[in-house]
């Protein structure tokens, strides 16, 4: 193993001293099309910036969000980097990981020193730096598309992440793009996915339900799919009840003639569905909007669905 003092100095020798992101005249920092996850132990006391990150635990409890997810603002994006600097030099994990991200989605960082970044966070036991590396041998990006390295750091990152055990779930599931002779597996999907539902990971358990419904398997399995969906619809945040009540519209329109009171069913989720969108498309028109440099959300799912 890596002596930590040998580490801290190399870091500091090779972090540099600011962030070369590109400014726009409004002073906003551009970022490219972001991959990967931030960590959100870094800044866990960031109260003013709470949020949910993708409905990924409980319901009711939603995590504090790094505020780097939300930061446009070139002064403080800089900020946090130095702080980010002085934490991984000390020895903090999950800043070498947010560093990482940070050098991996800005046109001006250092990708290769970014992969470094997340091998060494990831061997002191980050798991969101196992993940990014499993992203960036996924996407090819700065990395050699390498579905066996992929694999190997999703199922090390599985271990305590549930998107790992959601990115594993949706390969088995879908496949991907840079891997045309990987042959889906829908049940290591299900094995995966359900990994990602009993952590409480909401989008694992939407997958779990679709996978359920499009298998028709069992009896018991549709009916905890469609029990599952309801829930999500009705408790769920922004994107994930739509997307559920888009999944309980399509199957009750698919089994019309075969489910009793299969319209009507239809006809109820189709204008929930069309009542969330008018919701929010309300509400988005009552907030400020963000600003569009930096965009809406950290992107924590890689795979096409």
């Known amino acids: 193993m890596i002596a930590k003092s040998f580490v801290e100095r190399m870091l500091d020798a090779l972090l540099p001293g600011f962030l070369d992101v590109p400014c726009s005249e409004e002073g906003n920092a551009s970022f490219l099309t972001e991959i990967g996850l931030l960590s959100p132990q870094t800044f866990p006391t960031s109260n003013e910036r709470k ?178 969906l309801e829930k999500l619809a009705t408790q769920g945040g922004r994107i994930i009840s739509q997307s559920a009540c888009e999944a309980l519209a399509a199957y009750y329109i698919e089994h019309i003639g075969i489910v009793p009171d299969a319209p009507r069913l239809h006809g109820h989720w189709y204008e929930q569905t069309q009542k969330l969108d008018e919701y929010w498309a309300s509400k988005s028109l009552a907030e400020p909007p963000l600003n569009p440099a930096q965009g809406s959300s950290l992107k924590l799912i890689t795979t096409s669905t």
């Not at 993708?54 to 994006?77: A, F, R, S």
């Not at 061997?123 to 050699?144: D, I, T």
């Not at 409480?200 to 997958?207: F, V």
Request: charged letters at 20%.
């Open 51 to 228: 949020t949910e990150r993708g409905n990924q635990w409980p319901l009711d409890q939603p995590p504090d969000t790094n505020p780097l997810k939300i930061l446009w603002d070139w002064d403080e994006v800089q900020e946090h980097y130095l702080k980010l600097r002085s934490m991984a030099v000390c020895g903090n994990n999950c800043a070498l990981n947010d560093l990482g991200w940070l050098l991996l989605n800005t046109s001006n960082g250092a990708p290769h020193l970014a992969s470094r970044l997340f091998w060494i966070a990831g061997e002191r036991g980050c798991s969101e730096a196992l993940y990014n590396l499993a992203v960036q041998y996924l996407n090819g990006r700065y990395l050699p598309a390498d579905l066996t390295q992929a694999l190997g750091f999703l199922e090390r990152a599985a271990i305590h992440l549930p998107e790992a055990a959601l990115e594993l779930g949706m390969l088995y599931d879908f496949g991907h793009d840079n891997f045309p002779q990987f042959d889906p597996d829908p049940v290591q999907a299900a094995e995966w996915y359900s990994r990602g539902h009993e952590a409480g990971y909401c989008w694992a358990t939407y997958h779990l339900s679709s996978l359920w419904l499009r298998l028709g398997t069992s009896t018991t399995q549709t009916d905890m799919a469609l029990k599952s």
